[in-house]
Structures are given as C-alpha cells and as structure tokens.
C-alpha cells in the first residue's frame, strides 16, 4: 500500500495568511493526488483533483502542485471559511490511501 | 451527475451485523471500482474496502478484514458492505467512494453506523 505523510498536522494562521500544507507519497503517483476541506459533521469536500486542477466553485486562492511523490496545497490567502481539516489523498492504485489531516486553526 | 446514497446505517450491539448500501447514478457502474471510506468521531479518514468493476478482486483493511464483506450488484447500479462481528472502534461515518479518471473522486454523503450496548 503506498503511505501518505501530510505536514504539518496543525498549523495556526490569521485571516490574510498564506498557509501551505504538504503530502509525500512512499512510491511515485504521478499526478494522482486530490486535495479535500473538511468541516465537522460534512462530509469532506473536493478542492482539487490530478494534483493541480481546481474543481469547480473553488475559490482559487486554493492552489496545488507537484508530481511523483512530493505535493503542495496553497491557500493564497486565508479567509474565515477557510479554517477547516485538509486531507491528501493518492488515487494512484487502491487503496486510495489517505494523508493524516492537517486542522487550519485560527490564530 | 455523479450520485452516490449510502442507506442502512445504525445503532447495532457490539457482535452485531449491519448490511451498507450505496445506491449510484450518472455514472455507468459496471465499469468502476468501488470504494468504502470511514471516519470514526474525531478521526481521519480511513480507507475500508475496494471491489473491481466486476466484483472479481477485493481489498480490505487489516482492521476489517474477516470481518466485513464488501459487494456489488451492477444489474442495480449498487454497492453493498456487510458488516459483521462489529466492535466499538467500528462506529464512524461510512462513504461509498468513486474515482473516476480524469473526471473526479466522488463521495456519498455517508451513513453512520454506532456500535453500542
């Protein structure tokens, strides 16, 4: 199964911020890499698929990038919704493993 | 449109069983793997099971193996996990799951399932 280690676990960021999370993965996934916000009680939402592409109606201060085993999520610049858990998720070759969160809090 | 509905979620006693569904549409489904996802209270995601497009190959978790049998009727577009000898770290939320390629990861809304006496 291939690991996914998200980094850091937690951060804290005012409003206006700019917050980057990162995911490894233990062996190459090319692009096959999605991004997800969750809030409590929802259930966790798409904000970015093949590691880059925005889906729609996501604000695009959201951004991601890399390829192989090395990933970014940016969120240029921190808005109040924006304060949530994000999740890395590799969609190489099942199991479609998961990155451990990262909690965006207020500071 | 992509939609998944999981259903038969529950309140079930510690040795229990409890059968899952995830209805879909917009999507031919015969042609797919299917997925299931949990998320205990508190906790991250944790990847539970896969089935191949035709039900010939399957994938569980080291926690759930033995345990739990996942499914798949495609003449009814629907995805089934049977659960059985469930235990109080089985409660969480349960989502049925899609990746379709160059399209998206599509989730249900998920069904909660607690374990208690």
């Known amino acids: 199964d291939i690991q996914m280690t998200q980094s850091p676990s937690s951060v804290s960021a005012s409003v206006g911020d700019r917050v980057t999370i990162t995911c490894r993965a233990s062996?190459?996934?090319?692009?096959?890499l999605a991004w997800y916000q969750q809030k409590p009680g929802k259930a966790p939402k798409l904000l970015i698929y093949?590691?880059?592409s925005l889906q729609s109606g996501v604000p695009s201060r959201f951004s991601g990038s890399g390829s192989g085993t090395d990933f970014t999520l940016t969120i240029s610049s921190l808005q109040p919704e924006d304060f949530a858990t994000y999740y890395c998720?590799?969609?190489?070759?099942?199991?479609?493993?998961f990155g451990g969160g990262t909690k965006v809090e207020i500071k | 449109e992509v939609q998944l509905v999981e259903s038969g979620g529950g309140l079930v006693q510690p040795g229990g069983s409890l059968r899952l569904s995830c209805s879909a549409s917009?999507?031919?489904?015969?042609?797919?793997?299917m997925h299931w996802v949990r998320q205990a209270p508190g906790k991250g995601l944790e990847y539970v099971s896969a089935?191949?497009?035709?039900?010939?190959?399957?994938y569980y978790a080291d926690s759930v193996k033995g345990r739990f049998t996942i499914s798949r009727d495609n003449s009814k577009n629907t995805l089934y996990l049977q659960m059985s000898s469930l235990r109080a770290e089985d409660t969480a939320v349960y989502y049925c799951?899609?990746?379709?390629?160059?399209?998206?990861?599509?989730w249900g809304q998920g069904t909660l399932v607690t374990v208690s006496s």
């Open positions: 799951v899609i990746h379709i390629a160059a399209a998206g990861i599509y």
């Open positions: 917009g999507f031919t489904f015969s042609s797919y793997a």
């Open positions: 089935i191949s497009s035709n039900g010939g190959s399957t």
């Open positions: 062996q190459g996934i090319s692009s096959w």
């Open positions: 093949a590691a880059s």
């Open positions: 998720q590799q969609a190489n070759s099942s199991p479609l493993t």
